[in-house]
Structure formats: C-alpha cells, structure tokens
C-alpha cells in the first residue's frame, strides 16, 4: 500500500517556539502533499498544497509567514509553525498523492502540538 | 456556500444492524470524486470508498456501499453489518475535478456509535 508518516507525532513546546512537522511518503513518490489543521470534534481544514520544487499554495485565511512548508523532494515536506502560540495548538495532518489519476490522498498518522 | 454538508453530527446504530450516514455536495463542475473516510480517535484518515461522478454503478468495498444519487448530489454511506469497532467520525470529501492533485473539501463529520 501506500505509506505516510509524519513526525513527531506528539509535541509540546513553549510559546514563542518554532516546530517542524515532517511528512513522509515511504513506499511512493509524492506528486503533491497537503496539510491539514483539524481542532476537536471539528472537520479538517485545508491550509496549503505542495508540489515538490515549488512554493506551496496556501488556503485564504492561512498566514504563510506562519506556516511555513517545505517539499523538498519528491518524499518529503515540511510544515513549521513559527512563534508557535497556545492558539496554534491541534492536529495536524498530512497527505499525499501518487501519480496514478483519481486516487485518494494517503493520510498521514497526524501530529498533536500543545503550545503551552 | 458549503460545498460538503453531513447534516448527522452523531448516530447511533446496533451492532450487526445497517446504518447509512447522510453526504450531500454542492459542485458546478461535472468532473469530481466523493470519498468517505473513517477517522476513529487515534486520529489516523481512514480511505474507505471513492466514486467518481461519471461512475454509472454505485462504488462498493465490502461491507462499505456508496448510494450514488447524482441528480439530487447526494453521496451517502451504507454500512452493513455493523461492528464495535466501527464506532467513529466519519468524513465525506469531495475533489474536483478528476486528477489527484485536487484538494478535498470535507464535511463536518458524524460520529457513530455502534451499541453492543
């Protein structure tokens, strides 16, 4: 099948603090990889799509000086949340999509980050 | 507009028993991909079915069913044969567009609770 992880998958950091979030195709090539923000009992909120080499496209509303992501190869992207602050505490998940037309987006495992 | 409605926040059903969970979508593009995903508390995006909307026949993965109602966008999700571990949110998203690169939108989700 077809794998992503992410790491790590729990975090808690001080507020003020820079986290990075890793996302991982480990069995595929990953045209495009996304990231979602999901809070409790609430749906998942698309923040940007990536393609590998390029500069993501982020949803409106998301501050791309705060989330700043990186797709630096066809396997791997990034999201960091800078000066993270308690508001910035969710969910966090990644997904990414092979070549092949009209699959789904593989998910990944999710981060929890507790900004205290 | 709310392009993806589940307008179930939460569902019971009894074990063993059927349960369809309701999806309605809102689109002008004639080309799209519904999914539904199971997302139980452990957080992971389960893929449960795709159907795409020149599908002519109603997408089926075992004990999973999608009732495909093009003309009145409906896309609701049978479950047969109920068991306790299919208690969870359940997510249905919509792509449009027919290549993998698109995003999805996702519903509100419905929680079910299957009874013993």
């Known amino acids: 099948g077809a794998v992503v992880s992410q790491h790590p998958s729990w975090v808690i950091c001080k507020s003020g603090t820079s986290v990075k979030i890793e996302c991982r195709s480990l069995d595929f090539q990953a045209t495009t990889m996304f990231w979602y923000r999901q809070f409790p009992k609430q749906s998942l909120m698309l923040m940007a799509t990536s393609n590998e080499g390029s500069k993501a496209t982020y949803e409106q509303g998301v501050e791309k000086d705060k989330f700043l992501i990186n797709h630096a190869s066809l396997t791997l992207s990034t999201l960091t949340v800078t000066s993270a602050h308690p508001e910035d505490s969710s969910f966090y998940i990644c997904s990414a999509t092979r070549r092949e037309a009209q699959e789904t987006q593989y998910f990944g495992p999710g981060t929890r980050l507790l900004v205290l | ?116």
């Open chain 2, 1 to 116: 507009a709310q392009k993806i409605t589940q307008t179930q926040p939460g569902m019971f059903v009894q074990e063993k028993e059927a349960v369809t969970l309701d999806c309605t979508y809102d689109t002008s593009d004639p080309s799209y991909g519904l999914f539904w995903y199971k997302q139980p508390s452990s957080g992971e995006m389960i893929f449960l079915i795709y159907q795409g909307s020149y599908d002519q026949q109603n997408a089926t993965e075992g004990r999973y069913s999608l009732n495909f109602q093009k003309a009145r966008k409906s896309a609701n999700l049978v479950i047969s044969a109920s068991q306790l571990g299919d208690s969870a949110m359940y997510f249905c998203a919509m792509r449009e567009g027919l290549s993998n690169t698109g995003k999805l939108i996702f519903g509100q989700g419905t929680t079910l609770q299957v009874k013993p």
